[in-house]
Protein backbone atom coordinates (compact mmCIF):
# COMPACT_ATOMS: atom_id res chain seq x y z
CA UNK A 1 0.00 0.00 0.00
CA UNK A 2 2.53 2.43 1.00
CA UNK A 3 4.38 1.34 -2.36
CA UNK A 4 1.21 2.16 -4.40
CA UNK A 5 1.09 5.64 -2.18
CA UNK A 6 4.43 6.28 -3.66
CA UNK A 7 4.15 5.82 -6.72
CA UNK A 8 1.12 7.91 -6.79
CA UNK A 9 2.75 11.01 -5.21
CA UNK A 10 5.33 10.35 -7.47
CA UNK A 11 3.17 10.35 -10.55
CA UNK A 12 1.73 13.73 -8.80
CA UNK A 13 4.89 15.34 -8.38
CA UNK A 14 5.80 15.00 -12.11
CA UNK A 15 2.62 16.27 -13.22
CA UNK A 16 2.90 19.12 -11.26
CA UNK A 17 6.12 20.06 -12.65
CA UNK A 18 5.30 19.61 -16.25
CA UNK A 19 1.94 22.14 -15.74
CA UNK A 20 4.51 24.50 -14.03
CA UNK A 21 6.93 24.20 -17.28
CA UNK A 22 4.15 24.65 -19.44
CA UNK A 23 3.16 27.89 -17.65
CA UNK A 24 6.14 29.22 -17.50
CA UNK A 25 6.71 28.15 -20.89
CA UNK A 26 3.05 30.24 -22.13
CA UNK A 27 4.09 33.59 -20.57
CA UNK A 28 3.66 36.22 -23.25
CA UNK A 29 6.75 37.61 -24.37
CA UNK A 30 6.40 41.31 -25.94
CA UNK A 31 9.13 42.43 -28.62
CA UNK A 32 9.58 45.13 -31.16
CA UNK A 33 10.07 44.26 -34.60
CA UNK A 34 9.97 46.04 -38.22
CA UNK A 35 6.99 45.92 -40.97
CA UNK A 36 6.71 48.09 -43.96
CA UNK A 37 3.95 50.61 -44.14
CA UNK A 38 2.49 49.15 -46.97
CA UNK A 39 -1.05 50.84 -49.10
CA UNK A 40 -3.90 47.68 -48.77
CA UNK A 41 -1.66 45.75 -46.89
CA UNK A 42 -2.20 43.98 -43.58
CA UNK A 43 -5.95 45.27 -42.19
CA UNK A 44 -5.86 48.39 -43.43
CA UNK A 45 -6.08 50.33 -40.11
CA UNK A 46 -3.58 52.79 -40.50
CA UNK A 47 -3.57 56.40 -42.09
CA UNK A 48 -0.51 57.72 -44.70
CA UNK A 49 2.35 55.85 -46.13
CA UNK A 50 4.06 56.65 -42.36
CA UNK A 51 1.36 53.90 -41.21
CA UNK A 52 -0.25 56.77 -38.02
CA UNK A 53 -2.92 55.81 -35.56
CA UNK A 54 -3.89 59.33 -35.71
CA UNK A 55 -4.43 62.13 -38.81
CA UNK A 56 -7.36 63.13 -41.41
CA UNK A 57 -6.13 60.53 -44.00
CA UNK A 58 -8.13 57.10 -44.97
CA UNK A 59 -7.41 54.16 -43.18
CA UNK A 60 -5.72 52.59 -46.65
CA UNK A 61 -2.30 51.04 -45.13
CA UNK A 62 -1.45 48.33 -42.94
CA UNK A 63 1.76 46.85 -41.65
CA UNK A 64 3.69 43.81 -44.09
CA UNK A 65 5.56 41.63 -42.06
CA UNK A 66 9.57 41.81 -43.21
CA UNK A 67 10.94 38.14 -43.16
CA UNK A 68 12.82 37.00 -40.13
CA UNK A 69 16.84 36.88 -40.44
CA UNK A 70 16.42 38.36 -44.32
CA UNK A 71 18.98 41.62 -44.03
CA UNK A 72 16.77 44.28 -45.57
CA UNK A 73 18.06 47.42 -47.27
CA UNK A 74 17.45 50.71 -45.49
CA UNK A 75 17.71 54.27 -45.60
CA UNK A 76 16.83 56.59 -43.21
CA UNK A 77 15.94 60.88 -43.50
CA UNK A 78 14.30 63.43 -41.43
CA UNK A 79 12.34 64.70 -43.99
CA UNK A 80 8.46 64.20 -43.60
CA UNK A 81 9.12 63.70 -39.80
CA UNK A 82 7.09 67.25 -38.77
CA UNK A 83 3.83 68.41 -39.12
CA UNK A 84 2.08 65.16 -40.06
CA UNK A 85 4.48 64.05 -41.89
CA UNK A 86 4.08 67.15 -44.36
CA UNK A 87 7.78 68.85 -43.39
CA UNK A 88 10.75 68.09 -41.95
CA UNK A 89 12.38 68.22 -38.45
CA UNK A 90 15.68 69.69 -37.29
CA UNK A 91 18.35 67.50 -35.03
CA UNK A 92 19.29 69.67 -31.92
CA UNK A 93 22.29 68.88 -29.88
CA UNK A 94 23.15 70.62 -26.99
CA UNK A 95 25.83 70.34 -24.20
CA UNK A 96 28.38 71.74 -22.41
CA UNK A 97 32.22 71.48 -23.31
CA UNK A 98 34.53 73.13 -20.59
CA UNK A 99 32.28 75.07 -18.81
CA UNK A 100 30.63 76.82 -22.42
CA UNK A 101 26.82 75.54 -22.89
CA UNK A 102 26.76 74.21 -26.93
CA UNK A 103 24.15 73.88 -28.93
CA UNK A 104 23.86 72.44 -32.52
CA UNK A 105 21.53 71.88 -34.93
CA UNK A 106 21.72 69.91 -38.31
CA UNK A 107 19.40 70.76 -40.93
CA UNK A 108 19.58 67.37 -43.23
CA UNK A 109 19.92 63.12 -42.35
CA UNK A 110 20.90 60.99 -44.78
CA UNK A 111 21.42 57.04 -43.18
CA UNK A 112 22.48 53.87 -45.19
CA UNK A 113 22.69 50.29 -43.87
CA UNK A 114 20.70 47.41 -43.04
CA UNK A 115 17.96 45.84 -40.49
CA UNK A 116 16.73 42.51 -40.12
CA UNK A 117 14.41 40.67 -37.60
CA UNK A 118 15.73 38.13 -35.43
CA UNK A 119 14.20 36.04 -32.42
CA UNK A 120 15.94 35.79 -29.09
CA UNK A 121 17.06 32.85 -27.31
CA UNK A 122 14.17 33.70 -24.90
CA UNK A 123 11.35 33.79 -27.52
CA UNK A 124 11.51 38.00 -28.27
CA UNK A 125 11.34 39.56 -31.66
CA UNK A 126 13.33 41.96 -32.06
CA UNK A 127 15.15 44.84 -34.82
CA UNK A 128 18.98 44.69 -34.95
CA UNK A 129 20.33 47.40 -37.52
CA UNK A 130 24.20 48.53 -38.82
CA UNK A 131 24.54 51.70 -40.58
CA UNK A 132 25.74 54.98 -40.53
CA UNK A 133 24.23 58.76 -40.62
CA UNK A 134 25.59 61.92 -41.94
CA UNK A 135 24.58 64.90 -40.93
CA UNK A 136 24.39 68.44 -43.40
CA UNK A 137 23.54 71.78 -42.95
CA UNK A 138 24.83 71.32 -39.33
CA UNK A 139 25.43 75.11 -37.53
CA UNK A 140 26.33 76.06 -34.16
CA UNK A 141 23.57 77.80 -32.42
CA UNK A 142 26.15 78.44 -29.49
CA UNK A 143 28.49 79.68 -28.64
CA UNK A 144 28.35 82.32 -31.39
CA UNK A 145 30.82 82.82 -34.55
CA UNK A 146 31.62 79.23 -34.06
CA UNK A 147 31.88 76.29 -37.29
CA UNK A 148 31.79 72.52 -37.47
CA UNK A 149 33.90 70.41 -40.22
CA UNK A 150 34.83 67.06 -40.64
CA UNK A 151 37.01 65.09 -38.83
CA UNK A 152 39.67 62.48 -40.43
CA UNK A 153 38.61 60.23 -37.61
CA UNK A 154 35.26 59.71 -38.52
CA UNK A 155 35.31 56.73 -40.17
CA UNK A 156 34.12 58.07 -43.41
CA UNK A 157 37.06 58.40 -45.59
CA UNK A 158 35.71 61.45 -46.64
CA UNK A 159 37.92 64.43 -47.23
CA UNK A 160 38.97 66.58 -43.95
CA UNK A 161 37.30 70.16 -43.31
CA UNK A 162 33.94 69.33 -44.88
CA UNK A 163 31.95 72.16 -43.54
CA UNK A 164 28.70 72.20 -42.08
CA UNK A 165 29.14 67.97 -42.11
CA UNK A 166 28.80 65.46 -39.51
CA UNK A 167 29.52 61.49 -40.83
CA UNK A 168 29.09 58.97 -37.99
CA UNK A 169 31.45 56.21 -37.58
CA UNK A 170 29.56 52.46 -38.17
CA UNK A 171 26.37 52.27 -35.90
CA UNK A 172 24.49 49.74 -34.34
CA UNK A 173 20.69 49.71 -33.67
CA UNK A 174 18.33 47.09 -31.43
CA UNK A 175 15.06 46.95 -30.00
CA UNK A 176 15.97 43.52 -28.17
CA UNK A 177 15.29 44.51 -24.38
CA UNK A 178 14.32 47.68 -25.24
CA UNK A 179 10.50 47.79 -24.99
CA UNK A 180 8.51 50.40 -27.03
CA UNK A 181 12.22 51.89 -27.97
CA UNK A 182 14.88 51.58 -30.40
CA UNK A 183 18.26 51.76 -29.27
CA UNK A 184 21.38 52.94 -31.22
CA UNK A 185 24.83 53.65 -31.18
CA UNK A 186 28.41 52.94 -32.18
CA UNK A 187 28.76 49.52 -33.49
CA UNK A 188 32.18 48.88 -31.90
CA UNK A 189 31.32 50.75 -28.35
CA UNK A 190 33.39 53.63 -29.11
CA UNK A 191 32.76 57.36 -30.58
CA UNK A 192 29.50 57.74 -31.88
CA UNK A 193 31.14 60.25 -34.38
CA UNK A 194 34.01 62.91 -34.52
CA UNK A 195 34.08 66.05 -35.91
CA UNK A 196 36.21 69.42 -35.56
CA UNK A 197 34.96 72.63 -33.86
CA UNK A 198 36.47 76.20 -34.39
CA UNK A 199 35.80 79.17 -33.50
CA UNK A 200 38.62 81.43 -34.05
CA UNK A 201 40.37 81.14 -30.70
CA UNK A 202 37.72 83.02 -28.78
CA UNK A 203 36.41 79.67 -26.81
CA UNK A 204 39.77 77.71 -26.52
CA UNK A 205 37.57 75.00 -24.10
CA UNK A 206 35.65 73.75 -26.89
CA UNK A 207 37.66 74.19 -30.10
CA UNK A 208 39.53 71.40 -31.03
CA UNK A 209 38.62 67.67 -31.84
CA UNK A 210 34.78 67.17 -30.28
CA UNK A 211 34.22 63.08 -29.76
CA UNK A 212 30.42 61.92 -29.54
CA UNK A 213 29.77 58.47 -27.60
CA UNK A 214 27.47 56.83 -26.06
CA UNK A 215 23.77 55.86 -27.33
CA UNK A 216 20.16 56.86 -27.68
CA UNK A 217 17.04 55.56 -27.47
CA UNK A 218 14.03 56.61 -29.98
CA UNK A 219 10.68 56.34 -29.55
CA UNK A 220 8.87 55.02 -32.76
CA UNK A 221 5.53 56.50 -33.69
CA UNK A 222 4.69 54.78 -37.21
CA UNK A 223 7.15 55.30 -39.34
CA UNK A 224 9.53 58.04 -37.54
CA UNK A 225 11.17 57.68 -34.64
CA UNK A 226 11.09 60.49 -32.09
CA UNK A 227 14.42 61.85 -30.26
CA UNK A 228 13.42 64.00 -26.62
CA UNK A 229 16.40 66.39 -25.24
CA UNK A 230 14.64 65.73 -22.02
CA UNK A 231 14.60 61.64 -22.33
CA UNK A 232 18.41 61.38 -23.66
CA UNK A 233 19.43 63.70 -20.68
CA UNK A 234 17.63 61.47 -18.32
CA UNK A 235 18.93 58.24 -19.44
CA UNK A 236 22.11 59.72 -19.34
CA UNK A 237 24.09 57.66 -21.87
CA UNK A 238 24.94 60.19 -24.61
CA UNK A 239 28.33 62.68 -24.28
CA UNK A 240 29.58 65.17 -25.58
CA UNK A 241 33.77 64.94 -24.65
CA UNK A 242 32.09 62.95 -21.95
CA UNK A 243 29.76 65.21 -20.79
CA UNK A 244 26.22 64.63 -20.40
CA UNK A 245 24.29 65.53 -23.70
CA UNK A 246 20.57 65.76 -24.94
CA UNK A 247 19.26 65.07 -28.84
CA UNK A 248 16.09 65.91 -29.95
CA UNK A 249 14.24 65.15 -33.59
CA UNK A 250 13.00 62.25 -35.42
CA UNK A 251 13.75 60.37 -38.70
CA UNK A 252 12.49 58.16 -40.81
CA UNK A 253 13.72 54.65 -41.59
CA UNK A 254 12.50 52.90 -45.13
CA UNK A 255 13.76 50.08 -46.34
CA UNK A 256 13.45 47.38 -49.90
CA UNK A 257 14.90 44.07 -50.50
CA UNK A 258 18.59 43.76 -50.82
CA UNK A 259 20.19 44.69 -54.14
CA UNK A 260 16.62 45.81 -55.61
CA UNK A 261 16.50 49.01 -57.45
CA UNK A 262 12.72 49.73 -56.56
CA UNK A 263 11.27 52.04 -54.18
CA UNK A 264 12.23 52.47 -50.34
CA UNK A 265 9.27 52.06 -48.07
CA UNK A 266 8.84 53.00 -44.80
CA UNK A 267 9.25 50.70 -42.00
CA UNK A 268 7.35 51.16 -38.73
CA UNK A 269 8.87 49.39 -35.66
CA UNK A 270 5.75 47.66 -33.79
CA UNK A 271 5.21 46.16 -30.96
CA UNK A 272 4.33 41.44 -31.20
CA UNK A 273 3.70 39.25 -28.26
CA UNK A 274 4.39 35.68 -28.43
Known sequence: MNKHRTIAGLCMLCALLVSAFAA??????????????VKGGGDKSLRGEHCLTTGEAAKEYGHVAIAQDKQTEMIATNSQTANNTASSSLIRLKSTIGGVPVEFTAAGITGVGWLENKVAANGEHYTHS?????????????????????????????????????????LTGTTEGQGDLFKYGAADGGAYANFWLTCGGKFPACEGTVQITGNVKATPVGATSTLSHEATTVQNTLKVKGTKAGVEGALT???REQGSKGAYTPVAQTTVTT
Open 24 to 37: QSAVAISGTTAFTC
Open 130 to 170: KGTITFTGVEVKSPSGCQVTTHKEDGSGSEEGEVGVIHTRE
Open 253 to 255: ISA
